[in-house]
Nanobody, 122 residues
Framework: QVHLVESGGGLVQAGGSLRLSCTTSGLSFDSYTVGWFRQAPGKEREALLCLWNGGVSYYGDSVKGRFTISRDKAKITLYLQMNSLKPEDTAMYFC????????????????WGQGTQVTVSS
């Protein structure tokens, strides 16, 4: 059974950085697509970045040049490095995973973490 736990969220000033972690169990990065999503109050869940077979398969326009996705295969941990944060980045951030190549969209992922809140103050 695949299990995901996000951590690293918090309150940060605009222009600052945060690194989110997604600790996983029950999966291998070699055979799963993994990704980061976020959801702000009153808005739909937004895909940010997805990773499949070691390569970034999707990069959302809203985070290009500011956010990067990486993984530690030994620790089976996924990371989201967020730089140059803006107030509009305030949201609950989720990691997701599913077996095989997937489109980077909410409906393609069956397994989700509980989320970690990121708040960016102006």
């Amino acid at each position: 059974q695949v299990h995901l736990v996000e951590s690293g969220g918090g309150l940060v000033q605009a222009g600052g950085s945060l690194r989110l972690s997604c600790t996983t169990s029950g999966l291998s990065f070699d055979s799963y697509t993994v990704g980061w999503f976020r959801q702000a109050p009153g808005k739909e869940r937004e895909a940010l970045l997805c990773l499949w077979n070691g390569g970034v398969s999707y990069y959302g326009d809203s985070v290009k040049g500011r956010f990067t996705i990486s993984r530690d295969k030994a620790k089976i941990t996924l990371y989201l490095q967020m730089n140059s944060l803006k107030p509009e980045d305030t949201a609950m951030y989720f990691c997701a995973a599913d077996r095989g190549p997937r489109w980077c969209r909410e409906s393609d992922f069956a397994t989700w973490g509980q989320g970690t809140q990121v708040t960016v103050s102006s």
